[in-house]
């Protein structure tokens, strides 16, 4: 079992320093979710209430587009330079190789996004008691986002025009953690019930995306690359 | 079959240890999918394939470990450097007592000593496929699967690679190997596609 453990490791190392050296891409996505949700208080004006009443949303949606964005690069070079075909040779599990890939693809884009959301939360007039929920909700969150998104990521390779088809079949998945996420958020806020509720329901969410998403879309990997 | 279109049929093979077998025929005939179908990464519509006596499909990681597949794609990364690509190559195919030459010396063997540290996208074609070819040396598996494996190579490293895949077969491997280009190797078998393929419209 350590070979199996040092080969997701050394997935993940690999995965992290490509990432790295191609730092552009990490980038647009948090990018776009620092503009997306400065826009709002732009378009909405500087009333603290009606801010705090979009606040949740505006953050989750934003978030939402951003991981969206970011699914494109989780299997795209690999499959264009062919070391996914090799991946798929390998004497593991592909599953497991596929889920270290999510994994490092979270750490540098769902977890900076998560981080970062307090400083944007307070742009959008949301209370401080609301920020350790809209904190605690995004790293229970993202990686759903991110581990559902990699099953139409791996589906649509090779087929043109993928990055919307992504869009397009992912999006109408992630309405359940959206709506969890903000109610979270708009709860602690002070406008509905605990938020407890919905961040317990956000962990299930993401203990199923863990068990199934992984082997999904190893298994979408093998359609896409016979 | 590829798409609705059966490529061949009747088609039957084997190797032996310390084989070579030399796959030909002319371009679009299916070569490229017979070696993909052989070494796993596609399923043919009929038939079987067997390794040790047993089905691919049944053994699924166990037959993959036994194979090194090198294809038309170099599967190495532009980001990360030469010596980087092979590293964690080894790291994530190989299980223990498989473990072949180091990254560094399966460099030297194909020449890219010197390249060790430069991003793999500033390598040259030839490069790129010597640095590919160098997988099978950190590899060690008994199969090795090589689709077109001479191309963009110069006389001196087609020399080189033949001598590799003799080397290979001396210690009992196993090479299944596509390509146009004549090359010199020993006691290598042809192996005529054409023979097995449908009349074509």
Redesign the interface.
Known sequence: MAGLLGAMRAVFVRELLVFWRRSTEVMTALVFFVIVTTLFPLAIGPERRELMLVAPGVLWVAALLATTLSLNHLFASDYQDGSLEQMLMSPYPLSAMVFSKIAAHWVLTGLPLALLSPLLAIQLALPMKAIGTLVGSLLLGTPTLTLIGAVPAALTLGVRGGGVLVSLLVLPLYTPVLIFGAEAVAASAGQGFASVAHLSLLGAFLALALSFAPWASSAALRVSLD | MRGDRTLFAGLSLDLAPGEALHVRGPNGLGKTTLLRAL?????PMRGEIRWRGQKVSDLG?EF??E???V??????????TAS?NLR??S??????K?QGVSAGEALERVGLRAQADR?ARHLSQGQKRRLALA?LLVLRRPLWVLDEPFTALDMASVASLSCLIGEHMATGGLALIVSHQAFDLPGIRDFELAHYCKARK
């Open positions: 070494c796993g990464l596609s399923r990681e993959t470990a194979v090194a597949y294809g038309h794609l170099n599967g190495i990364q532009g980001d990360l980087e964690l190559t790291q994530i195919f190989t299980r223990r498989q991003p997988r």
